[in-house]
């Protein structure tokens, strides 16, 4: 995890996931709790993402919920916010060539496996930095 908010945000989800699925198996808060050796106050606090299972009682929750581990974990959050990648370079990227190559490079433009987009010049047989 990379900060305190995105470990929130996992445990939330992860808690989320849980609520979900019991309530598709028309399980209690109460019911669940006692078939895994919570209270119902734990199981709430996990299913709000305030309190954090231990691996071995997140085992047990998959078990009584008869369903697999991927179904309750968090899926990684999309990308919504666009990068202007020339605005975040500045000054560091020498032309529209360059920058070209660097959104190629991590994925954000074509899908090129290259992404030198430069012409030799014909007088040296060198890339052209123009």
Do not use: W
Request: proline content about 3%.
């Amino acid at each position: 995890m990379k900060d305190a908010a995105e470990q929130t945000e996992f445990y939330r989800q992860l808690g989320e996931g849980i609520r979900k699925c019991r309530n598709k198996r028309k399980l209690s808060q109460d019911a669940l709790a006692k078939l895994v050796g919570l209270t119902r106050t734990s199981l709430t606090n996990i299913e709000s993402g305030r309190q954090h299972p231990p691996l071995h009682t997140f085992c047990e929750i998959v078990e009584q919920l008869k369903t697999e581990f991927s179904e309750l974990l968090p899926r990684p959050l999309a990308l919504t916010a666009t990068i202007d990648v020339g605005a975040l370079a500045g000054s560091q990227v020498r032309g529209g060539n360059e920058l070209a190559f660097i959104e190629t490079g991590i994925g954000m433009k074509g899908r090129a496996s290259h992404g030198d987009t430069t012409k030799k010049d014909s007088d040296n047989g060198r890339r052209s930095s123009k």
